[in-house]
């Protein structure tokens, strides 16, 4: 929008670089162009304000295709005005003297031509597909399709416009239908889901056995290497008893042995004694040979007192005492 200043019977425009001013007095063109500024006065004046700048427009198209199913294309469409003064010449693009804005709405009127022209452009491209066909089309090759028609369209043209560029979205076809469409594919998905589990559900289940087939693999050489343990144990036990028992033989040989020279030296030892005794004996014998019969009884009495119990007193009659004193003066005397 040009800024306007009033004076006293005159007034200043000053434009934008993106704004084409056209300035009328008394039907000739007085001033145009880009960021002009100009002094004017307004009762004589009629200035139009053509934007030169690149705009957007959506548009949405509603169609019926080939297998007569509905089907929503949206798309976005870049324009500028190529010749501005066409344009303003074509459209109402008058400002306000005193504020600068547009009297009315020139840019709805060209939305609502590009629009038309886009709509029958896109419903000339796409009304001889079928839906799949139109939902899998590639969006470049779609707006350089449309771009080409709206190049010949002659509306655009009479009013200046260039198209700079097109863009499609997402073509959308009705709520019910696009359930349907998406129903193969969710289920395709789905049975790949379920296969991926079922597989994973296989696997784990091989896992399973190959774990249950290791630990029956461990098992059962646990258990052989206890039946080695056992039989090992027992052939140690055969050799412990066999070696205990060759040891106590060799204990009981040579306590034997033993035994047999003890009583075999005892039976010297005791020959030994007994000899000794029976040559003492002769020894006493021989010397008692030559020995009185009283001596004999004496040391008979002797070893007799000496085997007797014990004995507290002794009572000698005189009759005893007389006739051993009268023994011993003979003995004497002899």
């Known amino acids: 929008m040009p800024t306007i200043t009033t004076y006293p019977f005159t007034r200043h425009l000053r434009a934008t670089s993106t704004s084409h001013i056209e ?5 000739r063109v007085r001033h145009q162009g880009a960021g002009t500024a ?3 006065r307004p009762l004589s004046a009629a200035i139009s304000e053509v934007p030169v700048d690149d705009r957007e427009h959506e548009v949405l198209v509603r169609l019926r295709t080939a297998d007569l199913q509905g089907v929503t294309v949206p798309c976005t469409i870049t324009y500028r005005f190529a010749d501005p003064g066409l344009a303003a010449r074509r459209v109402d693009f008058s400002i306000d003297l005193r504020k600068g804005f ?3 709405r020139p840019l709805e009127v060209v939305g609502a031509m590009i629009h038309g022209a886009a709509a029958a452009a896109i419903t000339a491209a796409l009304s ?3 839906l799949v066909a139109i939902l899998r089309l590639d969006p470049a090759e779609l707006s350089a399709t449309v ?15 260039e198209v700079v560029g097109i863009r499609f979205a997402p073509s959308r076809p009705d709520p019910d239908v696009e359930r349907a469409l998406q129903t193969p594919t969710r289920e395709t998905i789905q049975q790949d889901a379920d296969k991926a589990t079922f597989e994973r559900r296989a696997l784990a289940v091989e896992r399973e056995a190959a774990i249950g087939e290791n630990e029956l693999a ?3 050489e646990l258990a052989r290497r206890q039946q080695d343990l056992i039989a090992q144990r027992g052939v140690n036990a055969r050799r412990e008893a066999e070696d205990a028992a060759a040891a ?6 040579a306590q034997a042995s033993r035994t047999l020279a003890v009583a075999q030296a005892q039976a010297a030892a005791d020959e030994a004694i007994g000899h000794a005794a029976a040559e003492t004996e002769r020894a006493k014998l021989a010397a008692y ?3 009185t019969r009283d001596v004999l009884v004496a040391l008979a009495l002797k070893e007799v007192a000496a085997n007797l119990p014990e004995v507290g007193q002794i009572v000698l009659t005189p009759d005893v005492v007389t006739g051993l004193i009268g023994r011993l003066v003979d003995q004497t005397r002899r």
Request: hydrophobic content about 50%.
């Open 102 to 104: 547009w009297l009315g």
């Open 248 to 253: 106590d033989a060799i204990a009981a040989q």
């Open 147 to 161: 771009a080409r028609w709206l190049e010949t369209d002659g509306r655009l043209a009479a009013i200046g416009i």
């Open 128 to 130: 001889d597909r079928e």
């Open 289 to 291: 040979e030559n020995t």
């Open 218 to 220: 461990n098992q059962i």
């Open 23 to 27: 300035h009328l007095a008394n039907g």
């Open 38 to 40: 100009f002094w004017f």
